[in-house]
C-alpha cells in the first residue's frame, strides 16, 4: 500500500506593474541620421539586375540542325534568334547575364520553325530546363 502525500500550494503572486514615467513637459529630443560612410566596391552585394539566368531545352533536333532562341530579355530579339550551345546531342543551353526582370523567350528550328504552345518564363538568376515541341 502506497503513502499519500500531501502537496502544499502557495497562491501565485501577481508580476509587478511598471511604474508610470512622470509627465515632462521637455520637447522630445529628436536623433540625428547618421553620417553615411564611404562604401567600397568589395562590399556592395550583388543585386539580382546582374544575375546569370540558363536556358536548357532537352530535344533531339536531328543532325545539321541547329538551335536557337527569341524573345525578351538581354541579347534577345522577337525579330532574330540566338544561337543555343549543343552541350550533347540532345541537350540545348545557352545562359543569360545581367537579367533584371523574368526572361520570356521561345525556342525555333534554324531560327525558321517556332516551338509549339505558350511562351516560356524564367525568373532572374535561375535555371530552367524545359522539353519543347514542335
Given at each position: 500500500?502506497?503513502?499519500?502525500?500531501?502537496?502544499?500550494?502557495?497562491?501565485?503572486?501577481?508580476?509587478?506593474?511598471?511604474?508610470?514615467?512622470?509627465?515632462?513637459?521637455?520637447?522630445?529630443?529628436?536623433?540625428?541620421?547618421?553620417?553615411?560612410?564611404?562604401?567600397?566596391?568589395?562590399?556592395?552585394?550583388?543585386?539580382?539586375?546582374?544575375?546569370?539566368?540558363?536556358?536548357?531545352?532537352?530535344?533531339?533536333?536531328?543532325f545539321g540542325n541547329t538551335l536557337y532562341v527569341r524573345g525578351d530579355g538581354p541579347g534577345l530579339s522577337w525579330e532574330k534568334g540566338v544561337v543555343m550551345d549543343c552541350?550533347?546531342?540532345?541537350?540545348?543551353?545557352?545562359?543569360?547575364?545581367?537579367?533584371?526582370?523574368?526572361?520570356?523567350?521561345?525556342?525555333?528550328?534554324?531560327?525558321?520553325?517556332?516551338?509549339?504552345?505558350?511562351?516560356?518564363?524564367?525568373?532572374?538568376?535561375?535555371?530552367?530546363?524545359?522539353?519543347?515541341?514542335?
Amino acid at each position: 500500500m502506497k503513502k499519500a502525500t500531501t502537496i502544499k500550494t502557495t497562491p501565485a503572486t501577481p508580476a509587478p506593474v511598471p511604474a508610470k514615467k512622470a509627465a515632462s513637459s521637455a520637447k522630445p529630443k529628436v536623433a540625428k541620421a547618421p553620417k553615411s560612410l564611404p562604401v567600397s566596391p568589395a562590399s556592395v552585394a550583388k543585386t539580382p539586375a546582374g544575375a546569370l539566368t540558363t536556358i536548357t531545352a532537352q530535344i533531339d533536333i536531328g543532325f545539321g540542325n541547329t538551335l536557337y532562341v527569341r524573345g525578351d530579355g538581354p541579347g534577345l530579339s522577337w525579330e532574330k534568334g540566338v544561337v543555343m550551345d549543343c552541350v550533347v546531342d540532345d541537350k540545348w543551353s545557352i545562359s543569360l547575364s545581367g537579367v533584371g526582370a523574368p526572361v520570356v523567350f521561345k525556342f525555333l528550328v534554324n531560327d525558321l520553325t517556332w516551338s509549339a504552345g505558350d511562351d516560356y518564363v524564367v525568373n532572374p538568376g535561375s535555371e530552367l530546363a524545359v522539353v519543347p515541341t514542335f
